[in-house]
C-alpha cells in the first residue's frame, strides 16, 4: 500500500483526469496504475462516483440573458 505522500499525489493525479488537466501520457500511467494497484482503484471509482453523482443531480440556476449581457459588458476589454 502506497503511503500517504504518494496517496496524496494519486488523489491529485485523479482530480486531475477527470478535469481533463493531464497530458496523454500521465493519463495512461495512471490508468495503468489504477488498473493494477486495488487502493488506487477504489479512489478513482470514489471519485467518478462522487462527480457522477453532482452531474446527475445538482441544478444549476437558470440565468437570464440580461444578466449574462450585464456581466459581459462590465469585462469588456477596453
Known amino acids: 500500500m502506497p503511503n500517504s505522500e504518494n496517496m496524496n499525489e494519486i488523489?491529485?493525479?485523479i482530480n486531475l483526469y477527470?478535469?481533463?488537466a493531464l497530458t496523454t501520457d500521465a493519463q495512461q500511467n495512471l490508468l495503468n496504475k489504477v488498473d493494477s494497484d486495488s487502493t488506487c482503484h477504489k479512489i478513482?471509482?470514489?471519485e467518478k462516483n462522487i462527480r457522477e453523482f453532482?452531474?446527475?443531480?445538482v441544478t444549476r440556476p437558470d440565468?437570464?440573458?440580461d444578466?449574462?449581457?450585464n456581466i459581459m459588458n462590465n469585462i469588456k476589454i477596453v
Open 44 to 46: 478513482f471509482n470514489q
Open 67 to 69: 444578466f449574462i449581457q
Open 18 to 20: 477527470f478535469d481533463n
Open 11 to 13: 488523489r491529485a493525479s
Open 54 to 57: 453532482i452531474k446527475n443531480n
Open 63 to 65: 440565468v437570464s440573458p
